[in-house]
């Protein structure tokens, strides 16, 4: 069973950069797609990115497309979210998912695995 953890959370002014990561344990962390997902307060959780199986194919939500970069290495089990020009409606407790299937992705619901979350605040 893999498990996520993310990491590098914080708070950064409007127009800065913060740099998420997702580490997985467990051996087959490339037999998985994964994405990111995020939920400000009082909103739903909403997909940010999401990033095939070999890491050749991504996508984004269009509120962050040209800021946010998802990439992932599967030596190091680890995928990443660089963030930039950040703003503050991009506040939110942001969650690595994982799933077998990369457009399943696409949606909140069913997705095999999460992590805990870690929160992203921007200041304005």
């Known amino acids: 069973q893999v498990q996520l953890v993310e990491s590098g959370g914080g708070l950064v002014q409007a127009g800065g950069s913060l740099r998420l990561s997702c580490a997985a344990s467990?051996?087959?962390?490339?037999?998985?797609?994964m994405g990111w997902f995020r939920q400000a307060p009082g909103k739903e959780r909403e997909f940010v990115a999401a990033?095939?199986?070999?890491?050749?194919?991504?996508s984004y939500a269009s509120s962050v497309r040209g800021r946010f970069t998802i990439s992932r290495d599967n030596n190091k089990n680890t995928m990443d979210l660089q963030m930039n020009s950040l703003k503050p409606e991009d506040t939110a407790v942001y969650y690595c998912a994982a799933d077998k299937i990369y457009s399943n992705l696409a949606r909140v619901l069913g997705l095999e695995l999460w992590g805990q979350g870690t929160l992203v605040t921007v200041s304005s």
């Open positions: 990033i095939s199986l070999g890491g050749g194919i991504t």
């Open positions: 467990g051996r087959i962390f490339s037999s998985y797609a």
